[in-house]
């Protein structure tokens, strides 16, 4: 909206290009790029500084995995959304209100990017996100997303169990929770500049519901790494809850004893709880969510309780009449 | 008689050019929703000229700017009158019913568009608006405007005859408020421009009594100054008490945003400078125009 939109001129050039991604291009042109590229390549680091993160943000130093393998076990019951949709229709506060966000999302730099795991475990580490990849068990699911605003679509992500995440990290026996935080970069993300919103994003899971065999950190989709407005480079994926729950762009993960309380039920508690669980026949206050429509063809559906994937979740959840668990 | 004849049935260049600038947020909404494509290189050039979105749900977006236009063009209809005074313009009476009856058309195809949303299940749409308070507010909203718009043809006018036709759309007041209600409980959690129509409509509110309480007279600069201030803190302090009673995030902090330029100047800053704005169209029309207005009238009457 207009009120408070911030030109991209307002935007000094030391803040569009912080230091630690500049020196993250370097390190990627000596490692990467052969000496006949070289010079094209700085020539169009220059350009990446003016105009905040151009061309070289396009060459994912990860882009060479991909496609991972198909894990078959996850089975959709649908079409998959077509790509052009399911990468220009996105929720990401930290860009703007609207869902078209594709371009204010292009200036988060998303490499180099860290991954810090702390509190409650025998190992706290920080961990670059392409070592990380290196150590993960990597393959492609399909899975459906619902979206709490009752449109859904299908979509094949590409990434690793958080399970095996929370492997690495060894919780201590009294943990109980994991809180994600996402990134803290208003002078980049538009929308974190909104100074009454307790930015970063948050979101929680039991532990429980983190080592579930569903829930999956995403880094790519399609068989590619994932669009920054999808939220590369480090998502959730989390097909029985609400699309809320699945935090983008990733940067910690805590490992804590109490719930943690995410950025929309800070805000608007009454609407968007803890559990976000699918479920329709709770309804939200403003709609119903009895059933879906489906990005791209427009269709409608009806919704299952846990987006249909009761059979791995819902011994998780001990009464399925409990709306505290599904908003 | 078309919308743009005048009574005499000449076409009239203002309400010529009023009735096309109405028609145009419609006309470059279907123009967009028409080219809409996720896919901006096979949208080729005209989707890319007239939309800067490329969209995966056009009728969800069509619906949302639908409503906001309907809200701002009732704002606008109410916005006539205290026009028309300040700038010694009554010639722009002539173009009131015409936007007001604009407002009540985008609102029912704000309507249909949900209904489209809604994948045409009639039923349930209506257990939605009976069930959903905020659509049961948007209903009766609709159900209003269109007994004004029914009744704003000229034989309705004449049989109705001026004054009952005027007490009878006295409810544009109340049914403007409904809607502006409508508008801030459909929004997720933002509601910037909410607070900015309804400071606006505050202000037209305002105007509309002090001009009662100043016995019909034109009010004085002072007069103006004090209601842009007063419709600039309500909106202020209303947008306040929004976010302390309907969210979890309570209102210091968005209040605390309006004396910050951090995410730029708040709702409640530009109703206050709606308000000045008026002011000073008064003083200009006073000291410049207005005179020479009466001048070319006397000469046209001479
Ligand atoms: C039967 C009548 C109506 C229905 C069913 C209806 C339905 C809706 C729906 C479904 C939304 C979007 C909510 C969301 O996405 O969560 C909406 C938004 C809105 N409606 Fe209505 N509405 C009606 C009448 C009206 C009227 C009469 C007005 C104006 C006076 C109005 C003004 C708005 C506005 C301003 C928005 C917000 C647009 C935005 O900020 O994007 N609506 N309405």
Redesign the interface.
Known sequence: ?W????RGWEISESAATPEHVFRGRRRFLRGAAGLALAPALLACEKEAGAQGDGELAEVDPSAGLYPFERNARYELDRELT?E??????NNYYEFG????I?KAAQKLPIRPWALTIEGMVEQPLTIDIDDLMKRMPLEERLYRHRCVEA?AMAVPWSGFPLAALVELAKPASDAKFLRFESFLMPEVADGQ??????WPYVEGLTLAEATNELAFMVTGMYGKPAPKQNGAPLRLALPWKYGFKSSKGIQRIVFTAEQPVGLW??????EYGFYANVNPAF?HP???QESE?L??S???VPTQIYNGYGEFVAQLYPDQNDRRYFY | MYPWLDRSGRVSGLKLSVFLALLLPGAWIAVAWAFATPDPAAGGLIAGAVTSATDAMPVTKALHEIGLWTVRFLILTLAITPLRRLAAWPALVQIRRMVGVAAFAYAAAHFFLYVVQQNYRFGFVASEIVLRFYLALGFVTLLGLSVLALTSTDRAMRRLGGKTWQRLHYLVYPFTALGLWHFFLQSKIDVSEPVLMSGLFIWLMLYRLAYRWNGEKSLALWHLLTLACASGALAMAGEWAWYEAMTTLGGSRVFAANFSLAAGLRPAWWVLIAGLAMALLKLIADHGWGRNRAAARTRAAA
Request: net charge positive.
């Open positions: 909206m009120i408070r939109k911030r077509p052009a949709d399911a990468t220009s229709y209100t609207s869902k078209n594709v449109w500049s909104e100074p009454w919103y307790p039920q800070a805000i608007q508690g009454s309804a403003r709609w119903s429509r990005l791209g427009g269709d409608r």
